[in-house]
């Protein structure tokens, strides 16, 4: 049973910063990617960070600006997402994915991925 848990959201005036965790357990994947999504009521989920079993980090999305790190953790399964500068339209609830088949570093939804429940960050 694959489950990923997330931590490190919170609440955070704009500028401020927070590092995400996440942990994943049951995979047993010796290729893969884990990645961080967010999403924001009414919206669509949208990706953040991304990187490969290998340690390649996918590239970051236009709006992350140069403010979000995404690295490995020295467990095998795990990352950690350092996100500065951060500005209210940051506000969302972070996700993390881990998955077999991958796009671009990101997994692609289906039957190989595995998602987190989710972890609140409020900026203000």
């Known amino acids: 049973h694959v489950q990923l848990v997330e931590s490190g959201g919170g609440s955070v005036q704009a500028g401020g910063s927070l590092r995400l965790s996440c942990a994943a357990s049951g995979y047993t994947y010796s290729s893969y990617c884990m990645a961080w999504f967010r999403q924001e009521p009414g919206k669509e989920r949208e990706r953040v960070a991304g990187i490969w079993s290998n340690g390649v980090i996918a590239m970051y999305p236009d709006f992350v600006e140069g403010r979000f790190v995404i690295s490995p953790g020295d467990a095998q399964n795990t990352v950690f997402l350092q996100m500065d500068s951060l500005k209210p339209e940051d506000t969302a609830v972070y996700y993390c994915?881990?998955?077999?088949?991958?796009?671009?570093?990101?997994?692609?939804?289906?039957?190989?991925?595995?998602w987190g429940q989710g972890t609140q960050v409020t900026v203000s």
């Open positions: 994915a881990a998955g077999r088949s991958c796009r671009a570093g990101y997994p692609v939804e289906g039957p190989n991925s595995y």
